[in-house]
DNA sequence: GTCTATATCGGGATAGAC
DNA sequence: GTCTATCCCGATATAGAC
């Protein structure tokens, strides 16, 4: 999907924009070099000569992936806003940056899950820091009595993230479940972004 | 982890738990029938012997994998209980049987989303029709107003999975962001069996 | 920069001796 | 049933002409 778009576009991006599409939904173990050249309509060769190898390749497709799905919403995350104002919006940003590019969390778990170490160092070097600030503000509270059931932060953060990213990640059980095509799941996924930010909220906090 | 069993095992059971473990971690595309060889202790040709192929050893495997995850919680949801009691064990047991087996979510969401038609027919012909009369249920209570936000049943049911699948899929960005070891992600999950039953059931009911 | 041809290798699968 | 040797294909990668 995306092109059909016939104005000028080097090979170098042509390559790339292929080679992302393939990577997010085979893995790397799954891609084919081939494959990629077919989709970018370029001979085989060139994805080497552009890239040297598929893993160097790869490596390219998911920093940039990463960089897509992270830092907006760290930034967010470093804001000096009330805990259930930063809630909101951490649930709407997020889902709505995951629903322009629907197919990056089940990427990221994918490698994750698979290779790990090709992987975490850059969510140790750039992620963690970062999200710091958000679980202390989150500790803090639950410290204060204001978080329901007294949890602490690893429970409350994974149960936001559960929320957001597994619908993506799950798209095909949901397709299955309940018979919904590609619109149906859009909209399923709008219905999440009107009301789950108040509801996270409310679930969270006392 | 589960051997080191030195009593007789039959070289085809030996041959079926190190492909279960290898399949699990590195998925189709990235397993290896030397690597199983390997981690069975025998000669790779006894797997084309005992299993003719690595597709119906896969086959075998996935199989396999679904029974356990799935057919002890659908007969749940078949009982005849009030949603409440309902939601609260659905939450329990599902927790408790990944525990168990917490390498399957991750496995069966991988090849979902990789290769989803090999494994999309089991879903629809085994687990689909059993988790309909839970949806139903579910629809009911929203319809006499008895779900938190009227929400409809699929996204109750989305945010229900989520809670619940999600944290085993995400481990590994899990132990990243709080420096957790597998006790430490044992101890998180023990705790999650304690509250989310009860959490699940406030935050959805009325 | 782009193509064709080819080298090289890894991995699934089979043959056949024991 | 288990082993060794080998086949064969597919996939990454490179050489070299244009």
């Given at each position: 999907m995306?092109?059909?778009?016939?104005?000028k576009?080097?090979?170098e991006?042509?390559?790339?924009?292929?080679?992302?599409?393939v990577?997010h939904?085979?893995?790397?173990?799954?891609?084919?070099?081939?494959?990629?050249?077919?989709?970018?309509?370029?001979?085989k060769?060139?994805?080497h000569?552009?890239?040297?190898?598929?893993?160097?390749?790869?490596e390219?497709v998911?920093?940039?992936?990463?960089?897509?799905?992270?830092?907006k919403?760290?930034?967010?995350?470093?804001?000096?806003l009330?805990?259930?104002?930063?809630?909101?919006?951490f649930v709407r940003?997020?889902?709505?940056?995951?629903?322009?590019?629907?197919?990056?969390?089940?990427?990221?778990?994918?490698?994750?899950?698979t290779?790990?170490?090709?992987?975490?160092?850059f969510?140790?070097?750039?992620?963690?820091?970062?999200?710091?600030p958000?679980?202390d503000q989150?500790?803090?509270?639950?410290?204060?009595g204001?978080?329901?059931?007294?949890?602490?932060?690893?429970q409350?953060?994974?149960n936001l993230?559960?929320m957001?990213?597994?619908?993506?990640?799950?798209?095909p059980?949901?397709?299955?479940?309940?018979?919904?095509?590609?619109a149906?799941?859009?909209?399923f996924i709008?219905?999440?972004?009107?009301?789950?930010?108040?509801?996270?909220?409310?679930?969270?906090l006392?």
């Open positions: 995306a092109d059909d778009k016939l104005e576009e080097s090979t991006e042509k390559i790339f924009e292929a080679a992302r599409d990577f939904q085979k893995g790397f173990d799954g891609a084919r070099m081939q494959e990629i050249a077919d989709r970018a309509n370029i001979n060769s060139m994805l000569y552009y890239y040297r190898s598929k893993d160097k390749l790869f390219k998911y920093q940039l992936s990463l960089m897509r799905a992270i830092p919403i760290v930034i967010l995350l470093n804001k000096d009330p805990l259930e104002e930063k809630l909101r919006s940003e997020y889902l709505t940056i995951i629903k322009k590019n629907p197919d990056i969390p089940s990427f990221i778990i994918r490698e994750l899950n290779n790990p170490s090709r992987i975490q160092e969510f140790r070097s750039q992620v963690v820091k970062n999200v710091q958000f679980i989150i500790s803090e509270a639950s410290r204060e204001k978080i329901v059931d007294n949890l602490p932060a690893e409350v953060v994974i993230i559960s957001i990213i597994f619908p993506f990640i799950g798209k059980i949901l397709q299955i479940l309940f018979e919904m095509d590609d149906g799941f859009e909209a709008d219905q999440r972004i009107d009301y789950l930010p108040d509801y996270v909220v409310k679930m969270t006392k």
